[in-house]
Structure formats: structure tokens, C-alpha cells
């Protein structure tokens, strides 16, 4: 008998992917689904291979072995550049072109590659996304340099739902923000996300996010995914790496010196 309703299947899926870096072995065979429209965030320690997997799922690694599968369809060298096209990314330090207006950054995407619209055209789907994330329009003709940190983050969300991807990574979105701009950073991006139908996997170890963006977590610890649950469910775990990390203490089995 055939199910009638098969669920559906993951935007993401790693398996049994296994990095190492000369004797150190960082993943250790992580297994790990992102199911369509979710919130995935990995968290863990420094040094411990969020960046890694992230890099992994991205293509700029190469897995020494296991697999990722974005839409079903195993991501290889050949379809890389296909796929990319198709996410939006957040990256760490907001990693915008100095020498292009901030307009010019949102919109660069749309100005090169395969899909890409007149300039004037471009230019208005730029200032209409600025708008999303809170920004005049009269920021789209300043640099980046002229902007605050805040501001920049912003401008690297603008340009990360610029093309409304299917799939948004957002990597460490808070780093370098105040408390209350990384609030409304997080708040930015959980109702953004929402608002695309996005699947989006987020790497942090800012226990803030994790509570603001996330529909699921996994926690990942020695190059393995140690727990993974609902982000409800993390408070109540009894997993004492999970609650060494999420309360913040050096005294665990997590060790403080790495
Ligand atoms: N290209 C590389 N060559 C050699 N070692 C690497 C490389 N990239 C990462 N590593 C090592 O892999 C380990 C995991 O690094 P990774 O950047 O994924 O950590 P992380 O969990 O993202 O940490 P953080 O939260 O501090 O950014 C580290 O020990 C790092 O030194």
C-alpha cells in the first residue's frame, strides 16, 4: 500500500557527511534534515564544525565522504552553480563590496548571472527590499561605509531575500551587534523567513537567536549532531551537553579549553 500523503522531502539533507583537516577529524558523519519552510539552527561550540557544515552544504567544502542533498538532488560540482543561484546567504560580517552603492549590493544578484534584470528595474526591486529591512531609500546611493553595523546587516538581509530564494543561510547574524540591535536583527529575520516560505539554516552560537529564529535546533559537539529537537523542546532536555551550552556554564562535559 502506498502512503497518501509521503512527506515531503527535505530542502536539506546531509548524510554521513565526514570532513577532516589532516589528523583532525571535524565531521564525523553528520546527519541532518531540513524539512521545506523550516527553521533549522545548528548550534555548538567554538571550533566544533558549524562553519565547516555550512561550508560543506554551500560547496566551497568538499565532504571527504557522505552526502547533501538539496530538493532530493544530490549537490555536486556541476549543479553547484544552479543551486547557489537559487539561495540567499547572510554572511558573519555582513562581507558587502565597499566600492559598490548599497543599492548596487542588494541588487547584484539580479545584475549578473543567469536571470538578470535592466538596471532601472533592478535598482527598484533594491530600494523596495531596503524598504522590507527598515531603510530609506535614500540609503541605496550611500557606500557601505557610511553605514552603521546595524545598518549593514540590514543590507546584507535586503540583498539575502533579494531574489526571494528558496533557501536562506544565515551564518552568525548577530556577531558584532548590540543587544538590541541583534533583537531586532533576529526579529527581522524570523519574520522575513515566515514571510518567503523560506527553508532557512542559521549557524550561531547567540542562544538569543536560537530562541528568536528557530523552529528546530541541532547541537552539534565533536563532529556529530549531539541532540536535535524543536526549540521548545530545549529547555526541557536533560541532554547535559544541550544544557551546558544553552545555561552557559564552564562546568560540564563540554570541555572550556579548545
Ligand atoms: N580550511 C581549513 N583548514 C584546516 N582546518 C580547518 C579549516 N576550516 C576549519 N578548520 C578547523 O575545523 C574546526 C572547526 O571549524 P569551524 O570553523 O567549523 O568551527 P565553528 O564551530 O564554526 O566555530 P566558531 O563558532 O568559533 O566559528 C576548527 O578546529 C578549525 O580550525
Redesign the pocket.
Known amino acids: 500500500m502506498t502512503d497518501a500523503n509521503p512527506p515531503a522531502p527535505s530542502r536539506i539533507a546531509l548524510k554521513g557527511v565526514r570532513k577532516s583537516?589532516g589528523p583532525?577529524h571535524?565531521l564525523r558523519g553528520v546527519d541532518l534534515d531540513v524539512a521545506k519552510g523550516e527553521s533549522m539552527v545548528i548550534i555548538?561550540?567554538?571550533?566544533?564544525?558549524?562553519?565547516?557544515?555550512l561550508k560543506c552544504v554551500l560547496g566551497i567544502i568538499e565532504p571527504d565522504a557522505g552526502e547533501i542533498l538539496i530538493n532530493g538532488a544530490r549537490a555536486t560540482a556541476r549543479n553547484r552553480e544552479a543551486l547557489l543561484s537559487r539561495f540567499g546567504m547572510l554572511f558573519q560580517g555582513g562581507a558587502l563590496f565597499d566600492s559598490m552603492l548599497v543599492w548596487e549590493n542588494v541588487a547584484f544578484r539580479m545584475r549578473h548571472g543567469a536571470h538578470r534584470r535592466p538596471r532601472a528595474e533592478a535598482r527598484e526591486i533594491a530600494i523596495e527590499k531596503l524598504r522590507r529591512v527598515g531603510l530609506t531609500p535614500e540609503t541605496a546611493d550611500l557606500f557601505p561605509a557610511e553605514l552603521s553595523g546595524g545598518m549593514q546587516k540590514r543590507v546584507g538581509l535586503a540583498r539575502a531575500i533579494a531574489t526571494d530564494p528558496e533557501i536562506i543561510f544565515f551564518d552568525e547574524p548577530t556577531t558584532g551587534l548590540d543587544p538590541i540591535m541583534a533583537g531586532v536583527i533576529n526579529e527581522l529575520i524570523r519574520e522575513l523567513v515566515t514571510e518567503i516560505g523560506a527553508t532557512a539554516m542559521t549557524?550561531t552560537?547567540d542562544m538569543t537567536s536560537v530562541r528568536a529564529i528557530a523552529d528546530r535546533v541541532a547541537m552539534i559537539h565533536e563532529g556529530e549532531i549531539r541532540w536535535q529537537g524543536a526549540v521548545g523542546e530545549l529547555d526541557a532536555t536533560e541532554d547535559p551537553y544541550v544544557s551546558q551550552f544553552i545555561h552557559g556554564r564552564a562546568e560540564g562535559p563540554i570541555a572550556a579549553i579548545r
Do not use: A, P, Q, R
Not at 44 to 53: A, E, L, Q, R
Open positions: 583537516f583532525k571535524v555548538g561550540g567554538s571550533g566544533t564544525g558549524k562553519s565547516v557544515t549557524i552560537h
